[in-house]
Structure formats: C-alpha cells, structure tokens
C-alpha cells in the first residue's frame, strides 16, 4: 500500500523548534515528489515546500523562508521539515503528500496525502 504518515507534531512554545517527519511506504523518494502543507483554522490551505530527486534546490512559502527546512532521507525513506522560530500563525495541521513533481513551493499532480500532524505554537 502506498501510503505517507506524519509525525512529530506538538505544543512548543514560541521561539522553539520542531522536526516533522513525513514517511513513505510502498514507495522509494526516487518515485515521487514530497510536498508539505500546513492548514490553520479558518483558513485555506498553504504550501511549505517540496522536494524530489530531479528539483534544484527546494523552494519556501515567504511565510517560512529562513526558519524551515526540507530534507530527505533516502535511508529513512522519510522526509522531514525542520522548523525553526515558530511562531503563534505557524499553529496548523501539517500534512505530507506525494505526488508527481515540484512547481516552486507545491507538490503538484499529487496522489495521496497524509492524515497530518497537529502543531501548536503557544506560550
């Protein structure tokens, strides 16, 4: 079964840092491009990154530049997006989702999702 799970979501104050990890199974990252989304409430759905094997270098949302990180392990099979400095409006579900290529920050042509990882930026 093809299939990607998040984790590593949580409560952290702002300021600090967490490590979201994106695991595939049924699939090798050489297959497919991995997306990150977050969705806040009441809000619409926002890209963060992308990565794949035939992308430059990842692209951010302005939102995140400088504070997250894309990364993958071909080892893991995992990807993972770093965050740095969160802050209060990065509180959202984070989801994963893989799909055919990048286009900037989005993961375009997208086969399937995650159930997402819950974060809470908080003090």
């Known amino acids: 079964q093809l299939q990607v799970v998040e984790s590593g979501g949580g409560l952290v104050h702002p300021g600090g840092s967490l490590r979201l990890s994106c695991a595939a199974s049924g699939f090798t990252l050489d297959s497919y491009a991995i997306g990150w989304f977050r969705r806040a409430p009441g809000k619409e759905r926002e890209g963060i990154s992308c990565i794949s094997r035939s992308a430059e270098r990842p692209d951010y949302t302005e939102s995140v530049k400088g504070r997250f990180t894309i990364s993958a392990d071909n080892a893991e099979n995992t990807v993972y997006l770093q965050m740095n400095s969160l802050k209060p409006e990065d509180t959202a579900v984070y989801y994963c989702?893989?799909?055919?290529?990048?286009?900037?920050?989005?993961?375009?042509?997208?086969?399937?999702w995650g159930q997402g990882t819950q974060v809470t930026v908080s003090s």
């Open positions: 989702a893989a799909g055919r290529y990048c286009s900037g920050y989005d993961v375009k042509a997208t086969k399937f």
